[in-house]
């Protein structure tokens, strides 16, 4: 079978359609940062809001796979990806699986095809921030930082002097033409933007994380010695019973991160993150069976650099833009799908939205309600089913005896899930094909609702449910909003 090979081409501003577009953009997280990028490089004015006082320092792993690095890779002819693959884990050959026991079970190869070397990018989530922030910095992207926006303004007449925008806790207002509220999964624009409850729902698990610096004290370890080969970096995930744990190093030896996802009911209150105390790591991975390897891990990570952290999930949500004639304001990234860890996509997928949306208001001609309504028509069902996803990969890990028996028995159970409808999808080439026929069905006032007018996902998530039957399934991602009395939204 030939290889599927996509290149995305970055915008070069020749032909712009939206010249001084006033974009403004809430979230300097990867989702953000894609949007003012990609806009700023098809000519439009960008200027982001973020509550961050610096580039983000803190945090452990990120991972972008194939279809957000492609957008990456394009970025300044490819000195973005030149700049980020000496700091990123590119100096393995696989993904190994473990059950708890410490038993191997699997490899998976870390690079599914060739052409990823440029474009899967993982490592520390401030290092990768720092690179492609700078970037939106020499484009010209204004940057107001440790600015938290605690309301949204919307003044005008549409057609005339209409401005949207926001206002800062200290005061700070922004108004432009559009706002891209990029403010992630605790986003206060689900709120204030789309009147939606302040739901917490804990999703039953919460994970345990943290990232330091290996020393040559570690080198000598027994245990530790593993993860501090100069010349291989090491990537490997470990799995029980509702315990599924990560582990990658890389950096020729030096950084470490991992990550313990674990079963969770407890309260989210009003932080879903808070210091983690190694005593109670380590009570999982004794009451899951879990290897000594693990442990030292987790005995040598400094007591600062662990933090626990409440999976919280957002279920699907009917529309993305507030429900009035002429919108100009929507959620993207995390604020509008939340996803779990275990999907894989969560920052891949906030790149495609940063890149369509981009594509969209180009196209639109400063026609922004168009723009907001066709980009989500284009990204809707994918988005769900991506969305949807993480769920059913969390119930793989957990709920499967893994065993090398069982694994013999279904040598496909521990492939990571990558199809190539995911990991080619080239969104912004997407955009660009979808946005003049959607485009008609808005103008037309085509009837139906949200997920029947839009773009079809384009795949389907497999799911193993061993108990039930050998062979994977399909994944139900029939779209469900988050309220359950409440029905998909129709659009008239």
Not at 266 to 280: A, C, L, M, Q, V
Not at 386 to 402: L, T
Request: glycine share 8%; hydrophobic share 35%; proline share 5%.
């Amino acid at each position: 079978m030939t290889e599927p090979y996509v290149r995305s081409v970055a915008p070069d501003g020749a032909n712009p359609g939206a010249p001084g577009l006033r974009v403004v953009i809430v979230g300097l997280g990867f989702c953000g940062l894609t949007c003012a990028i990609e806009c700023r490089l098809r000519g439009m004015d960008v200027v982001v809001v973020e509550p961050y006082p610096t580039s983000r320092t803190q945090g452990d792993v990120i991972d972008f796979f194939a279809n957000g690095g492609m957008i990456i890779e394009s970025w300044d002819d490819g000195r973005i990806a030149d700049q980020l693959l000496p700091i990123c884990i590119n100096r393995n050959d696989t993904f190994k699986f473990y059950n708890a026991k410490g038993e191997l079970l699997f490899e998976d190869i870390w690079l599914k095809y060739p052409h990823h070397a440029r474009r899967q990018f993982a490592g520390h989530r401030g290092e990768l921030h720092t690179v492609i922030s700078d970037y939106a910095a020499r484009l010209g992207v204004v940057l107001h930082l440790g600015e938290t926006v605690v309301d949204y303004l919307d003044a005008g007449t549409e057609g005339v002097d209409r401005t949207v925008g926001v206002v800062c806790q200290s005061g700070l207002r922004v108004t432009g033409d559009v706002v891209l509220c990029c403010d992630g999964p605790k986003s206060l624009a689900r709120t204030k933007v789309l009147h939606l409850p302040d739901n917490k729902v804990n999703s039953g698990y919460a994970i345990y994380r943290a990232f330091y610096t290996l020393t040559d004290e570690m080198r000598k370890d027994i245990y530790m010695s593993r993860f501090c080969d100069p010349d291989h970096d090491f990537t490997g995930m470990w799995v029980g019973k509702d315990l599924h744990a990560l582990v990658y190093s890389w950096n020729r030896g030096r950084d470490l991160g991992w990550v313990l996802t674990h079963k969770d009911e407890h309260d989210i209150g009003e932080s879903w993150s808070f210091p983690g105390k190694k005593s109670d790591v380590l009570a999982y991975l004794d009451d899951g069976g879990f290897c000594e390897l693990l442990k030292e891990v987790v005995r040598r990570t400094p007591d600062e650099r662990l933090v626990d952290y409440k999976l919280v999930w957002r279920g699907p949500l009917e529309s993305w833009i507030p429900s009035e004639p002429n919108p100009r304001v929507i959620v993207l990234g995390d604020a509008a799908h939340c996803h779990l860890p275990t999907s894989g996509q969560g920052a891949s997928q906030s790149v495609e939205d940063g890149a369509a949306i981009a594509v969209c208001l180009d196209k639109a001609k400063g026609d922004v309600p168009l723009a907001l309504r066709v980009f989500e028509r284009i990204r809707f069902n994918r988005q769900h089913v991506v969305h949807m996803s993480s769920i059913s990969i969390r119930n793989e890990y957990h709920h499967i005896n893994w065993t090398r028996d069982f694994v013999r028995e279904h040598p496909d159970a521990l492939v990571l899930r990558r199809p190539d409808w995911v990991l080619e999808h080239d969104s912004r080439a997407n955009a660009e094909q979808h946005f003049d026929h959607l485009a008609e069905d808005v103008r037309a006032g085509k009837k139906g609702n949200l997920s029947e007018l839009s773009v079809p996902a384009g795949g389907e998530i497999l799911e193993i449910r061993p108990e039930e039957e050998e062979e994977a399934r399909p994944v139900d991602t029939a779209f469900s909003p988050i309220e359950p009395a409440s029905q998909t939204v129709v659009v008239a």
